[in-house]
Structure formats: C-alpha cells, structure tokens
C-alpha cells in the first residue's frame, strides 16, 4: 500500500472563499480542529470579485426595511421555489452577521451618521446592500482571512480535492492532491464542509475563474447526495464583451445602482418598454422618476435597470438579435451621463465605482466617466447545488455539509444580487457550527483505505494511456464549454437540451480514453481532465433538469415553453445517482408555507 | 496583429533557463492571455499561477521585461515588440516551477502581526459609529490584493534577503490599516521596530511605484508608521510615563 500524507481534523472545509472560510472560523470557536483545503492561495477566492455589497435589511438608509421585506423581495426573486425557512433564517441574521463582520475589522461606507451605508440593487425594495466601493468581496473575504488565521485553523492552499471518503452511509474524510509535486493527501475528518463554490467553468463566457468546475457539487454528488435546482444558472446581464481576452469579466450591478443605464445602438431605454407584471408596480415609470430612484428618494420607484437579473439579461439578448446590439455584440451601459447631476461629477463616480473605472481604463482602454461600457450577459452563478437542512446544511449524506453557492434552496430561481454575499455568511455560519457539533458528537469515524487506494489508481491511470484518445482535456473543455452555451444557455429548448445531453455524454466517453502526458507536478493538462469529470457531472445535471422543467420560470427560460406552469410552481427538481449510475430526476413538491411567512409575502404585496 | 516573441524562464527550485516562444497577438490581450496561448499551443506543461483575471485576486504576479506587474493587468499594446517579451517568477522568493514561486513565507509573516482589536460597540444592537472621514483614510490600505509585488522589489526582501528579520512593505501596509483603523485598541509599534523591521526601511519608495493598486505604500503607510514607531519606543518622556504607569524597562533598541 502507498504511503499519503495524512491529516486529521474535527472538521475539514474545502474552498476557502467567503463560505469556507466564514465555516471555518465558526467550527474553530466551537472548539474544533478545523483543516481549510484549497485549490488556489488563501485570499484569492472567487468572492474577492463580488462587487455590489452584502444584502442586509440594517434599515440605516431607509427604515421602513425589516427581515421580513428582505424576505419577501428573495421569496419573489427566486420566483417562490426557494426554500422558504432557509428565505427566512437568511432575511433574519444577515444584520448581525455583517455587523459582527465590522468587529473582525472589515470596514463599510458610512452613512452621515456613521452607521453602515446601504445601496440599491435590482429585486430589493429599499437600499440593503452594505458595501465599500465596489470591492466589497475582498474586503469580505480580507476580514475573514485576517480573523480566521488567528483562530488556529491550518490551511492546505492549492490542494484539490478529488473524493469524499466514506464510513458507510457517512462522510470522514476526503482525498486530495496538491498542485505543486502531484503528491496525494488524504484528510480524514469528523464532518466535511463543501463550500466550492460555483460551475461558471461549464459555459463559454463566464465571470468565474479557472476554478469554479462544480467540485463541491460533484464531490457530493458522487458520496451519494443530492443537486437541487440545477437548471437554474443565472446569467449576469452586465458582463465586459471587448475586448475578447475579458469577455465574461463582471460589470457591477452597482453602475446600474448609482445611476447607470442601458441603452441599445439607437440610444433608447429599451428595458421600459417590457416591465414583468410581478414587478409592475415598483418600477418607476419615466427616466427622471429612475434616477430619483437612485439619489435615495423614498417616494419614487426604481428603473428598469434595477429589474432582477434574468430578465435584464434576456432583454439585451433581444436588442442583439433585433440588431440593436453595440458594435461587440452586447448593449451600452453608461454612467457618464450622472456627471451632470452629481455633485463632483467624474469624481463622484470614480469614488463609488473604483474598480470599475480602473477595470475598464487598464483593460479596454476606456473612461467610463467619459464613454459607457459594452455589456453582456455572462455565466455568473448557480441557483443549484447540494440539498441541504435550511437549519443545520447538513445534505442528505451524514456528515457531509455544504455552504454558499454549491448548496441550494436560499435562492430557488433566481438570485437577488448582493443575496449571495449574505448566503455565505448565515449559512457559512450555520454550516461550521453544525458540523462541528456533529464531529463532537459521532467522533472520527474510520477511512476505507481500499477506498483511498481506487482513487489514487483512478487519478493516475490517464497517464498509462498510450495514445488511442482523441484530443487532450483542455479541447474537450472547451468544445464542453461551448455545447453548453450554445445549447443549454440563457434560452432553451427541447431539441437542442437533447443534442447536449448527447454530446455531454460523448464528451465523458472521450475523457475516459483521452491520455494524459508529462508527470504529475504542475501539470495543467492532468488538472484539467480531473476537472472534468466534474464539469460533465454538473453540466448533465443542468441539462436534464432544463429538458424536464417544461416552462420558464426565473433564470430557466425555454423557448418552446415561454410561460410560467402552476404546476411547475411548487416543485423542486433534484438529481442523484441512481443504483444504475445513471443520474435520476426526482420531483419533489415544496412544503407548504407557514400562515406567518404567507401573510408577510401578502403584506409585502 | 502580429507574432511576438517571448523569452519565458522554465524550471524548477534548482535549475532552468530561458525558452523562446512565439505567438499570435490580437486586440485587447495582456500578457496572461499570450501566456495562456503558449501554454495551449506549445507547452502545455508550463506552469503559472492566475484567477481573477481582472487585478482583483493578485495570483499571477510576475517580472514582465524586469519589471515585477500582474500579468493579467499588463496589455501587450503597452509593451514593445521589437524585442522578445521576458517572463519571469518573482525573484524575492524560492521558485517553485516556471513561472510560480513559494510564496507561503508572506502568510507566516502575516500570522505574527497583532491582530485587529476593536473598542467596545457604541450602540445596543453591536454595531459602532464612524465618520467616512476616518474609513476613507485605511480604504487605501485595504485595496491591497496581495499580489506581493511590493515585496519583491523591495531590495531587503530582493537583495538582501532579510525576510526572517523585516516583514516588509505589504505587511508594513496591513499593520498600518490595522494602527489607523478608526475602531482599533492594539499598539504594535514596538513588535513593529523589534520584529517587524520597520527600520530597515529607507524609504526608497520603489514599492510605491509597483503597486498595481496605487497604494502610496512608503508616504501614507510605512513614514506615518515609523513617526509613531519613534514616537512610542524611543520618545524619552513617554518612556519615563511608561516606566512610572508600571510598564517594562525599555531594552536599547
């Protein structure tokens, strides 16, 4: 038997972004050894990108904000698939845990009277987004790192984990390599926390980095859990199209927060001319009604921009295909045009929007004070992931916990912006307290070291292929890449979910010949193919829950099936293994809402 | 565009050298992106650290033509082509492979700073009042991504190798935003003398000049930082004070 590095921990976290590490600090309070595993260096976590802010109903801005409004708005944006207790836990602790976040030495923009400063965003109906600038990620995920370092958790950064490790029915332990030598390490653990973050690396244009391939979602996956909501990927309106080399690279919602506005190559507004009726009533009805909007009047409703993100997405499409599209394919969002109503002007804007005035000026050569920006939509989360408790995020495999973006239920089908940044902390909190309550209680566990062994044999076999594959991973990426763009993307249909399921499968047949060369250290081609068998995992599951969702509903929108079904309404689609290996759709209908959260919903019109 | 050539350093800890590469060089690229294309078309076991892609994360920190830039901010329009384009790791620590170095001593040097320690809450519900006055004079600092550039062409760290003995101008930044914060209690100015190596600094300022977020390291961090360094360790009438409240005798620094 091969000799591995072995650690042993109460509680392992693996992904060191805004959840893991948010776990990680609370499963060390609790008094656990806690092991953080991660592919990339400690600070460098895809939640350095969030932009906007942190949604929190503090009420500093306006006062007539309350958990229950914060409720209400996630429940409508997500369309009503949302788990409605996790709705509620998140609208109701997401103020304490941005302000315990200032007591760890994470700074927000101040009101003038010095308390927390709130934004608008698109789907909340009052300013809730705490926020610096627009790089509020990092200075989340600063904060955490900064506290966490000195709580005594250890980190194993550029480590990837590869397998869950199971003791019967539970989880105890994970199986891993490190980038730097391609030698493996085998953590064996407690309770294991996934918070992996998202799938952004299935689609062509994306605003996700290299390591966003669904590993927590496969990871338990594999250990026997289960994906919920998968067809629901949310598709940012407002990515960078030029120049090519950036595609897919966020643009805030913030521009839209502070003013900003799109138009199509005639200069038209063209989001006023379809309101979705849901959203009606809240929606200013002329430009100079939006933009009192945005300077904080509280009589005045909010412009189109703001609507919620798959419906803004789905209208710059149209524009493009109507042939109004900006000259790269995308719409103009400018906020230039505030200079003239701001006090400050250009100042004003390069203060609230650094990042992006920075973004723009190094990378495409343009002032955004000065000229607006092409924009279009861009791959930018996953409404599904792991099937979790809403109270302990414990999946339906004990022992094995998910948080953030690769756990589902929060955000049903679609997600608020500046939801997600308070989604990792209330559930990354949840997740690291849980298991670590669950790691004192059922204590180690044991490994299946035959287990171990099988995976170590499956990850090296690649290299003994001589030849005979077709291609090598990196082309089946990207032609993966492109299938599910050109075919599971922003506007579905039947037939052409069918071709993509076909070609996923083709795909995994050619990763399983496909040869890997060279050895193990600092190898991007066999990182790649270990990828990918994550990628063709969450890419089937997307693709079957779109072909089985046969209505439009939040960020999944079929062409042949362009309305909203009732039926559909009330019912959750989740994946897992069946006992064929093939992977099995279940419907599952939503538990009836309690009277209370029903009568907020009905208040909150 | 038009082919250019790069000269990329290929090795490991112990050995390596230069290769020549050539590649196609369209619109709007930065040098990540010809990096990337390399990888893809003629070595693809060429190793380099990135993530974000967009100067947010400060993974893919390296020498471009000698001078130490984020790849992935450095446009290719910006860099002249006549002569072939130099990659190369940081020089300030251990190469790990190609275009990647051990950077982990920055995370441990980190761990020995004091950390953040707030003054009570000043309302009921645990939240604290401040002015943006005094949150706007630390955002500077808290733009720091890490990338450690400022680290690698500091010539303590670079030339003369004294990271058991300065923490250096990255670290220098974090235990500013820490000292300046407007809700912090700590005092770490002598850790900074003692440990931290805040006099080794000479205020060359070439730090200041890498900084892929325009921190004004050496003006508005590190001179402010040894003004109270001064102030608190070797100022004699807060010494006497010191030593009357009971506090310990003051070594010679």
């Not at chain 1, 391939?213 to 990927?233: C, K, Q, R, S």
């Not at chain 1, 001319?273 to 939006?290: K, L, V």
């Not at chain 1, 804007?349 to 279009?376: N, Y």
């Not at chain 2, 002249?80 to 040097?109: G, H, Q």
Request: charged letters at 30%; a negative charge.
């Amino acid at each position: 038997m091969a000799e591995y590095e072995r650690h042993e921990y109460d509680v392992i976290v693996i992904g060191a972004g805004g959840a893991g590490l948010r776990a990680a600090v609370e499963a060390s309070a609790a008094g656990a050894s806690v092991g953080v595993v991660c592919k990339s260096l400690l600070g460098k976590a895809h939640t350095v990108m969030a932009e906007g802010g942190v949604a929190a109903s503090l009420g500093n801005v306006d006062e007539r904000d309350s958990w229950k409004v914060h409720f209400a708005d996630t429940m409508r944006g997500g369309q009503y698939l949302n788990d409605w207790r996790m709705a509620e836990l998140h609208a109701r602790e997401a103020p304490d845990r941005v302000r315990e976040l200032e007591g760890w030495g994470a700074l927000f923009d101040r009101t003038p009277d010095g308390r927390i400063l709130q934004r608008n965003f698109g789907g909340h109906a009052y300013p809730r987004l705490a926020h610096v600038g627009d790089r509020t990620g990092l200075e989340m995920i600063r904060a955490l790192q900064d506290h966490g370092i000195h709580q005594g958790m250890d980190v194993h950064m550029e480590v990837t984990v590869t397998r869950l490790l199971k003791d019967g029915e539970r989880v105890t332990g994970a199986f891993a390599y490190d980038r730097e030598r391609g030698r493996f390490r085998v953590f064996h653990a407690g309770a294991v926390i996934v918070a992996t973050g998202g799938i952004g690396r299935a689609f062509r244009v994306t605003s996700n980095s290299w390591e966003y391939t669904g590993d927590g979602h496969t990871l338990a996956y594999d250990a026997g859990a289960e994906l919920m909501d998968m067809e629901f990927v949310q598709f940012h309106p407002t990515g960078m199209v030029w120049p090519p080399s950036v595609r897919g690279i966020l643009v805030t919602e913030g521009v839209r927060g502070e003013g900003g506005v799109l138009r199509n190559s005639e200069g038209r507004r063209f989001l006023f001319d379809e309101i979705p009726e849901a959203y009606r009533d809240q929606t200013a009805d002329t430009e100079e009604e939006g933009w009192r909007y945005c300077q904080g009047d509280p009589e005045a409703r909010r412009p189109p921009e703001l609507l919620t993100r798959d419906h803004v997405a789905r209208r710059i499409l149209a524009e493009v295909a109507a042939g109004r599209g900006s000259p790269h394919g995308g719409a103009f969002l400018d906020i230039a045009w505030i200079k003239d109503h701001v006090e400050g002007g250009a100042e004003h804007i390069k203060r609230k929007l650094p990042g992006m005035h920075h973004q723009f000026r190094e990378l495409a050569g343009i002032d955004i004070t000065e000229e607006p920006m092409e924009v279009g939509p861009t791959t930018h989360y996953v409404m599904g992931g792991v099937r979790v408790d809403a109270e302990t995020q414990m999946s339906t495999v004990p022992g094995l916990f998910a948080a953030g973006e690769c756990a589902s239920g929060l955000h049903g089908a679609n997600r608020l912006g500046g939801n997600s940044l308070s989604d990792l902390l209330v559930f990354g909190r949840r997740a690291g307290a849980h298991a670590a309550a669950f790691a004192s209680e059922r204590g180690p566990g044991s490994l299946d070291m035959e287990e171990v062994e099988a995976e170590a044999a499956r990850l090296l076999e690649p290299f003994r292929r001589n030849g005979g594959g077709d291609g090598n991973p990196h082309q089946i990426q990207h032609e993966l890449q492109s299938i599910m763009q050109d075919k599971a993307g922003i506007i579905r249909e039947a037939d052409k979910l069918g071709e993509a399921l076909d070609a996923v499968r083709a795909l995994r047949r050619r990763a399983q010949r496909v040869p890997v060369s060279g050895n193990r250290e600092y190898n991007p081609g066999w990182h790649t193919w270990i990828d990918l068998h994550n990628l063709l995992t969450v890419s089937e599951a997307v693709i079957r829950a779109a072909a089985e969702r046969t209505e439009s509903r939040g960020a999944h929108t079929r062409d042949d099936y362009p309305g909203k079904d009732p039926a559909w309404g009330g019912m959750n689609l989740t994946a897992r293994r069946g006992a064929d290996g093939e992977m099995t759709l279940e419907r599952r209908s939503i538990p009836e809402m309690p009277d209370e959260l029903k009568r907020i919903i009905e208040e909150q019109g | 565009m038009a082919e250019v050539g790069f000269e990329i350093w290929r090795g490991d800890a112990e050995e390596g050298e230069f290769r020549s590469y050539t590649t196609e060089v369209t619109e709007g690229m930065v040098v990540l992106d010809a990096v990337h294309r390399i990888q893809a078309e003629d070595a693809p076991d060429l190793a380099v650290r990135w993530n974000c892609k967009a100067g947010r994360c400060g993974s893919c920190s390296a020498e471009v033509n000698g001078m130490p830039r984020l790849m992935c901010m450095t446009r290719m329009s910006d860099l002249p082509t006549a002569r072939p384009i130099r990659i190369e790791p940081m020089k300030a620590f251990p190469r790990v492979r190609d275009l990647v170095c051990d950077v982990s001593w920055n995370y441990e040097a980190k761990k020995r700073i004091k950390p953040f320690r707030p003054r009570p809450p000043d309302d009921a519900d645990g939240s604290w009042r401040m002015q943006q006055a005094d949150v706007d004079r630390v955002m500077e600092f808290r733009k720091c991504i890490e990338c450690f550039l400022c680290q690698d062409v500091c010539h303590v760290l670079r030339e003369h190798g004294e990271h058991e003995r300065f923490i250096g101008p990255r670290h220098l930044v974090h235990a500013a935003a820490l000292e300046m914060h407007p809700l912090d209690t700590e005092t770490r100015t002598r850790e900074l003398w003692e440990e931290g190596g805040i006099g080794f600094c000479n205020i060359t300022k070439c730090c200041t000049e890498v900084c892929p977020e325009g921190i004004t390291i050496t003006d508005n961090a590190i001179i402010p930082l040894k003004e109270r360094v001064v102030d608190d360790v070797f100022d004699p009438v807060r010494r006497v004070l010191r030593t009357l409240r009971g506090g310990t005798e003051e070594k010679a620094p």
